[in-house]
């Protein structure tokens, strides 16, 4: 009995070492990173927006020749006109250049500091391959779900558009903490998403109650920061954020062995 738990994954993933702190601190610097990112995105779509404090004046013009709808329009009203359009025009197609520069940023930062805590904890080397690899992964698949949300979010009913951005974000939780290790370790893309979807599905008895425990805790341990940061713990709130991000490295290595032997069992290569 002793012999068949120490070869089980959850006990191997026990054997803590350095490259769970590494993987829990590339995680917090991510976090970190993304945080720094969207808030200067804001700051500078605020600044932006603050600088269209010159159109007032036209604007009020505006406002008062729509009142009196009688009157012809006069130069003014197209000036004012034509400097309202084309403020807001330029306006939009510079925060669209931004928010594409910025999501850029985004998903090669994540890529760079993810596929560099999966290479420690694989104990390899990060090449640069793996790197472009994970970011085209990492882009691809969060936009499918963001357009995927975006759609179901605006959706004509709302009861039904609910019960499917519950059902999406299981599913992207579902998907995405079986897919990440089992692309760590096989490097190829259309293979990692066949065995994904195999283990996801064909498989699912072997993994649901794993996954669905591992989600459970997480969701515990936020709504535990979340409580500690309401009530202004600080030392209870840093305890907690570096315990979720130990755990969430933890995870990887987990996931990853036990997605490797339902693999090596099924002799899918």
Wanted: charged content about 15%.
């Amino acid at each position: 009995m002793l012999k068949y738990l120490k070869n089980t994954c959850f006990v191997k993933s026990l054997k803590l070492d350095k490259r769970i702190l590494y993987a829990a601190l590339l995680d917090m610097a991510f976090f970190i990173s993304a945080l720094i990112i969207i808030a200067l995105f804001l700051f500078l779509i605020r600044s932006g927006w603050a600088s269209l404090a010159y159109l007032t004046p036209s604007i009020e013009r505006m406002s008062s020749f729509m009142g009196n709808l009688s009157s012809a329009p006069n130069a003014a009203a197209i000036s004012d006109v034509h400097l309202i359009y084309t403020s807001l025009r330029s306006f939009m197609i510079k925060s669209g250049m931004l928010l594409v520069f910025f999501a850029i940023l985004l998903v090669l930062s994540s890529s760079f500091l993810k596929s560099l805590a999966w290479s420690i904890i694989l104990r390899e080397r990060l090449k640069a391959k793996f790197f472009l690899k994970f970011a085209l992964i990492l882009f691809t698949f969060n936009l499918f779900w963001i357009l995927l949300f975006a759609l179901f979010a605006f959706g004509i009913n709302p009861e039904i558009s609910t019960k499917f951005v519950f059902v999406e974000i299981f599913s992207l939780l579902y998907l995405s903490i079986m897919f990440y290790p089992i692309f760590a370790v096989d490097k190829k893309i259309w293979q990692s998403i066949k065995k994904t979807l195999f283990i996801s599905f064909l498989r699912s008895y072997k993994v649901i109650a794993q996954v669905l425990l591992l989600l459970s805790i997480i969701y515990i341990l936020a709504n535990l920061i979340a409580v500690s940061a309401r009530l202004k713990t600080p030392f209870a709130f840093i305890s907690l954020t570096i315990l979720l991000f130990i755990y969430l490295a933890w995870i990887k290595v987990y996931m990853a062995l036990l997605t490797q032997e339902i693999l090596k069992k099924e002799r899918l290569k």
